[in-house]
């Protein structure tokens, strides 16, 4: 086996990408389908995977889109390219399905006004009253707005940005519980994109990963089993070690050919489009339910299955944009 090199994660940055879109379905899949199956084996199966895996897919693609960020602003350190950038990789594509989404869900669905609409579309009815179906573009927003002026040659800051989050946190429990309650799904979670780019510049170094860090990953594991049993307001942190630990377990089991290079290829494959499956499949799923369709296996696998064409469709009416390598620039980054 090959020693495992934080450039690694650079290596199979599509790979990982596409093992965490397709844990973030599976487990919303899972949720739908238990919605017709509340009960038995079924529900007791995927509770498990809830606990075990639950949604630390998210986590992952933080991770992994603060370090894009930080090899985008290696090469390209100038905030008006940057947010070019963003704007056509990620926002354009939010707008498009968004626009779809909210109209059939506001005023078709639940009849409600243009400016509830717009409120939704525009993502701040999340942080306003904790509407939740498009949470991670609401994140990302902020995030990637402070990005280039945090930059590359600050490690200090960087650390002070992955701590703020959680002493900010344990204010706003204190202060502000209900507010944050609807919001916490996110403040939870920014330190992972900072971490990502706390992280990137030994892979751009090609420094190994210590095996001592290796194993201190380890600890990820009971430190979830312990918050996620606990079920208290700060149970999601978990996943931010959590995630790094799964992070480092593949990358063990692609060095040393565990994760044979037809598997790879094919989350490679997948991750290419998983920004396009992350904003096809929550309105596919969000719509059907409030349609009042049935969660059955049919509808279910049938509402996957749909996600995942029109997510491809979605990355071509797009496929303009490529890096200057060709590849179709197509993921949470």
């Known amino acids: 086996m090959q020693p495992t090199n934080w450039n690694d994660i650079s290596r199979y940055r599509g790979e990982l990408f596409g093992l965490s879109i397709g844990g973030v379905m599976l487990l919303h899949a899972l949720g739908w389908l238990r919605m017709g199956h509340p009960g038995g084996t079924f529900a007791l199966l995927t509770r498990a995977y ?3 895996i639950g949604s630390v897919g998210v986590d992952i693609f933080l991770f992994l889109s603060g370090f894009g960020i930080f090899y985008s602003l290696s090469s390209s350190p100038r905030a008006g390219g940057f947010y070019r950038k963003r704007f056509r990789r990620v926002l354009l594509p939010y707008l498009l399905v ?13 009849h409600a006004s243009w400016g509830t609409f717009c409120y939704d579309w525009s993502t701040l009815s999340f942080w306003g009253n904790g509407t939740k179906a498009y949470w991670y573009i609401a994140l990302l927003c902020p995030l990637y ?3 280039p002026w945090v930059g590359t040659r600050r490690p200090a800051l960087i650390l002070a940005l992955m701590l703020a989050p959680l002493l900010l946190s344990l204010l706003l429990a204190r202060c502000a519980p209900r507010w944050f309650g609807e919001t916490e ?3 939870l979670r920014i330190p992972a994109f900072w971490t990502g780019m706390a992280c990137a510049p030994w892979a751009m170094a090609r ?3 210590p095996a001592a860090l290796l194993w201190a990953s380890v ?3 009971p430190l979830k089993l ?3 049993l606990g079920d208290g307001p700060f149970a999601r942190l978990a996943n931010w070690p959590y995630s790094l630990f799964l992070v480092f377990l593949y990358l063990l089991a692609r060095n040393s050919a565990i994760v044979p290079d037809c598997v790879g290829k094919a989350l490679k494959t997948f991750g290419k489009y998983s920004l396009e ?3 096809v499949h929550i309105a596919v799923r969000d719509l059907a339910l409030l349609a009042g369709l049935p969660a059955t296996w049919a509808v279910c696998g049938g509402g996957m299955a749909l996600s995942i064409v029109l997510a491809i469709a979605l990355s071509r009416l797009f496929s303009a944009r490529t890096s200057p390598g060709g590849t179709p620039q197509r993921r949470l980054s």
């Open 207 to 209: 420094k190994r990963i």
């Open 145 to 147: 707005l402070l990005a």
């Open 50 to 52: 809830d606990g075990a």
């Open 185 to 187: 799904i996110a403040w």
């Open 277 to 279: 499956l992350f904003l």
């Open 226 to 228: 312990v918050l996620v």
């Open 219 to 221: 600890l990820a594991v």
């Open 98 to 110: 968004g626009a779809v989404y909210w109209f059939l869900r506001d005023i078709v669905l639940q």
